[in-house]
Structure formats: structure tokens, C-alpha cells
């Protein structure tokens, strides 16, 4: 079966414009999480969706970063005014429900120059 | 807070060496624990996993104990090949909270030469 998508899987962009990075979840996948991956650093954790509510968001880094899910299908995660800071792998990954095993996009490689 | 301490690498050998890579964390109440793999150009792959203490994962010869009184979790495989060269990320998920967030080490870089 299908597995984790995410789009683009790479994104330059200038410093200060907003970004969109999709992810498509496994089909059935109630819980749905957003990482990031800087150079040389592990993934750090941004927010968890279960279902299309978001009950922890402790990681995003600051106002700039959003993040929405419809239902329990795609979500998107916004990067407003766009830092050479926010260089990095955003990943993506889903799990059935929130107990379970998590399965990774492929990431967006996002550059901000 | 939770975190997670892996060796740095890169980690180089030959083909057919044994390999540790060491792992330990720190955690409040009972996390499950992951070795996760990437491979060059590809995305991230659970390799093995272990739910409670004592228990042993294991997946495509590699195994790691969960030893909970050295809050350890060490990935170790006893005849590696070229085809393990990738990067592995040990990580924890906080089974007592509400989201099951992974948290993880920084990854170790495998390099295997033929």
C-alpha cells in the first residue's frame, strides 16, 4: 500500500516569503506528526494531530510556524516570513493511533536563502 | 525533560566487523524505545523496536536490549555488510503522555567497506 507522501521534496525560497509543505498520511492513520531535521542535528518534534485537532503543538519553534489537518487526511504545515534559520528536512509521519508504530515521508528539504 | 544520547560517528568498518552503536536516555515513567535507519536517499525506516524493559528488539540481524537500570538500548549486529551503510537514529516515545511524540539522538553515520 501507499505509503507517507510529501510535497514538494524540495523547496528554496527567499528570506521573508511564506512556505506550504503537504503531507499525505497513510490511509486510516488517526495520528499524524511533524518533525524537523537540521543539518547535523536530530529530528526535533513540532506538533501531533490526532485526527484533525492538534492537542500538542509544544514544538513548533515560534508564531511563524502553523500547521492544519482536514479530517483525518492531509495536513499542512505554513512557515510564515521565511528564516535562513528554518533550513532544514521537515518529516512527516503517521501512525494508526497515537500508541502505535510511526511511518516517515520522505521529507521536504526546505532552503531559505 | 526526556532525551536521547547516541555515539557520535561516523562509525567506519570493514565488512563482516561486529558494531555496537551505543544508545542511553533519560525518561520519566516507562518509554518505548526505537532504532530507526536511513538509508542514503531514502526516507526513515523503523528497524526494531522494544516496549518495556528487558525486552529485546530485533530486524535484519541487528537487536538492541531495553535495559532500564543502565538506560541503555545499544544496536549491535554481529557481521555487518556494505548494504547497512546508513545513518541510525535511536529515539524514545513518552508512553505516558497524550501524543507518543519520538524523541531523538542526533544519528550515527555507518560507513561499511567492502
Known amino acids: 500500500g501507499a505509503g507517507v507522501s510529501q510535497s514538494p521534496s524540495n523547496k528554496v525560497t527567499e528570506k521573508g516569503k511564506d512556505v506550504e509543505l503537504r503531507c499525505d498520511p497513510i490511509?486510516?492513520?488517526?495520528?499524524l506528526y511533524w518533525y524537523r531535521q537540521r543539518l547535523g542535528q536530530g529530528l526535533e518534534f513540532l506538533i501531533y494531530?490526532?485526527?484533525?485537532?492538534?492537542?500538542?503543538k509544544s514544538g513548533l519553534p515560534s508564531d511563524r510556524f502553523s500547521a492544519e489537518r482536514t479530517g483525518e487526511s492531509v495536513s499542512t504545515l505554513t512557515i510564515q516570513r521565511t528564516q535562513q534559520e528554518d533550513s532544514a528536512v521537515y518529516l512527516c509521519?503517521?501512525?494508526?493511533?497515537?500508541?502505535?508504530?510511526?511511518?516517515f515521508g520522505p521529507g521536504t528539504r526546505l532552503t531559505v536563502l | 525533560g526526556n532525551s536521547v544520547t547516541q555515539m557520535e560517528g561516523p562509525v567506519t568498518l570493514s565488512e563482516e566487523a561486529f558494531l555496537t552503536i551505543n544508545c542511553t536516555y533519560t525518561?520519566?515513567?516507562?518509554?518505548?524505545l526505537f532504532w530507526y535507519v536511513q538509508y542514503p536517499g531514502e526516507g526513515l525506516q523503523l528497524l526494531l523496536k522494544?516496549?518495556?524493559?528487558?525486552d529485546k528488539g530485533s530486524n535484519k540481524g541487528f537487536e538492541a536490549t531495553y535495559r532500564k537500570e543502565t538506560t541503555s538500548f545499544h544496536l549491535e549486529k554481529g557481521s555487518v555488510q556494505v548494504s547497512d551503510s546508513a545513518v541510525y537514529f535511536c529515539?524514545?516515545?513518552?508512553?505516558?503522555?497524550?501524543?507518543?511524540?519520538?524523541?531523538f539522538g542526533t544519528g550515527t553515520l555507518l560507513a561499511v567497506q567492502p
Open positions: 522494544a516496549t518495556k524493559a528487558d
Open positions: 494531530f490526532q485526527g484533525n485537532s492538534a492537542p500538542d
Open positions: 525518561a520519566t515513567g516507562y518509554p518505548s
Open positions: 529515539a524514545l516515545s513518552d508512553n505516558g503522555g497524550a501524543t507518543n511524540k519520538l524523541i
Open positions: 509521519a503517521s501512525s494508526l493511533l497515537a500508541a502505535d508504530t510511526q511511518y
Open positions: 490511509s486510516g492513520h488517526t495520528a
